[in-house]
């Protein structure tokens, strides 16, 4: 059973940082993706930004591009630096992973999640 364990959100001013943490576990596949995805209240899930574990390739949303930036260490855990923070960033944060090496920016091809971190920015 694969568990993903984020930490890392609060309260920010606008323009400020954070950097959010998902720490997996009881991984049995040898290639897979991790992504990150944020909801907001009264809207969908969206993509936020995603990295393959094996090669490192990292795909984001336009609107994070340039500002937030994806990574992974050694020992199973994604980071999502977030830095130049807007209002609109505000939403609960949800770390994600699929078997597989494909980017993939649909939330419905992950199949494992996390329990969601909230994060709020303010103006």
């Known amino acids: 059973q694969v568990q993903l364990v984020e930490s890392g959100g609060g309260l920010v001013q606008a323009g400020g940082s954070l950097r959010l943490s998902c720490a997996a576990s009881g991984r049995t596949f040898s290639t897979y993706t991790m992504g990150w995805f944020r909801q907001a209240p009264g809207k969908e899930r969206e993509f936020v930004a995603t990295?393959?574990?094996?090669?490192?390739?990292t795909v984001y949303a336009d609107s994070v591009k340039g500002r937030f930036t994806i990574s992974r260490d050694a020992k199973n855990t994604v980071y999502l630096q977030m830095n130049s923070l807007k209002p609109e960033d505000t939403a609960v944060y949800y770390c994600?992973?699929?078997?597989?090496?494909?980017?993939?920016?649909?939330?419905?091809?992950?199949?494992?999640w996390g329990q969601g971190t909230q994060v709020t920015v303010s103006s």
């Open positions: 994600a992973t699929r078997d597989g090496a494909n980017i993939v920016t649909d939330s419905r091809a992950y199949a494992y």
């Open positions: 990295i393959t574990w094996t090669g490192g390739r």
